[in-house]
């Protein structure tokens, strides 16, 4: 069963995508901030994280940063309800296994983005 890393600072939202990964078979492991992702990525060694980009402490950039730094190849997506189209670039250019989704399609593409992560 692969590990996920979910990090989303909105209660209600993260136990919604929690309940949708659980049901599709997923280990589900929950952080509400930057710093208490990087702590439960070093503690948990998920196989995907999915992180918001606007979070408290440090953002979902840096943490794709901290990770990518020791482990390039993790897959990571990227959630966000809005984010300049330009940072968006810059970040799926310099972080190749970081996939982008826009939060107005979570709901209904999250799981296909977790597998093909997987793959």
Same mark, same amino acid.
């Given at each position: ?8 600072? *909105? ?17 589900? %492991?929950?952080?509400?901030?930057? @710093?208490?992702?990087? *702590? +439960?990525?070093?503690?948990?060694? &998920?196989? %995907?994280?999915?992180?918001? =980009?606007?979070? &408290?402490?440090? @953002?979902?950039?840096? %943490?794709? !940063? ?5 482990? &390039? ?12 189209? !330009?940072?968006?670039? +810059?970040?799926? *250019?310099? $972080? &190749?296994?970081?996939? $982008?989704?826009?939060?107005? %399609?979570?709901?209904?593409?999250? +799981?296909? =983005? ?6």
């Amino acid at each position: 069963m692969a590990t996920i890393l979910l990090v989303e600072d *909105h209660a209600a939202l993260r136990k919604a995508l929690r309940r949708q990964l659980e049901a599709d078979g997923y280990r589900v %492991v929950e952080a509400a901030d930057g @710093n208490e992702a990087i *702590h +439960c990525w070093r503690m948990h060694a &998920p196989d %995907v994280i999915i992180t918001d =980009f606007q979070l &408290p402490h440090l @953002n979902g950039r840096e %943490v794709i !940063q901290v990770v990518s730094a020791q482990q &390039p190849a993790l897959p990571i997506i990227l959630m966000s309800g809005g984010i300049d189209e !330009q940072l968006r670039v +810059c970040i799926l *250019h310099q $972080y &190749p296994s970081v996939r $982008y989704l826009a939060k107005d %399609v979570v709901s209904t593409q999250l +799981c296909s =983005f977790v597998r093909d992560a997987l793959m």
